[in-house]
């Protein structure tokens, strides 16, 4: 299992006092639940569980109900990379998105990094861009057809 995040997130009233959290897997439950998430955005296998201390599964709860998952990896040089993000598609389009993308940079800030960085999708670069990446080579070896964003968390 993923190391478990010790810093907890204060959850936070917005669009008509719903009740966000962001949050690692505690149970099988959620793990099938991030796991489901991916999948159904992705169309992934199930993969195992992250076993790096680097590495933090977490997920997005609307009430109690998960409806994100998003992988933050830390990568040890004062930046970490968030990865897989994904809102379920029965909830997409609602600005859950950007809920969880505030909630995970703020995660990201509080590992001790001072920026995040995406691979994106030519598709959802423009969104990205709309919450403060840049376009950015951050990633030396990163292959064809992905955009890198980079974000100052500062």
């Not at 204060?10 to 639940?33: F, I, K, M, N, V």
């Not at 992988?71 to 909830?91: F, G, M, T």
Request: charged share 30%.
């Amino acid at each position: 299992m993923g190391t478990r995040w010790k810093g907890r997130m204060p959850t936070e009233r917005t669009r008509g006092e719903q009740t966000y959290r962001l949050d690692s897997p505690r149970c099988d439950q959620d793990w099938h639940a991030y796991h489901g998430i991916r999948r159904k955005v992705f169309h992934l296998p199930r993969p195992d569980e992250p076993i790096s201390p680097d590495c933090h599964a977490l997920l997005l709860f609307l009430e109690d109900k998960p409806i994100g998952a998003i992988q933050v990896d830390d990568l040890r040089n004062a930046a970490a990379a968030l990865r897989l993000v994904a809102i379920d598609p029965a909830w997409q389009g609602g600005g859950h998105g950007r809920v969880m993308l505030e909630r995970a940079e703020q995660f990201v800030r509080d590992l001790g990094c001072c920026k995040a960085v995406v691979y994106a999708t030519p598709e959802a670069a423009g969104f990205y861009q709309t919450v403060g990446y840049d376009e950015e080579d951050w990633d030396e070896v990163c292959m064809g057809g992905i955009v890198q964003m980079l974000k100052n968390l500062e």
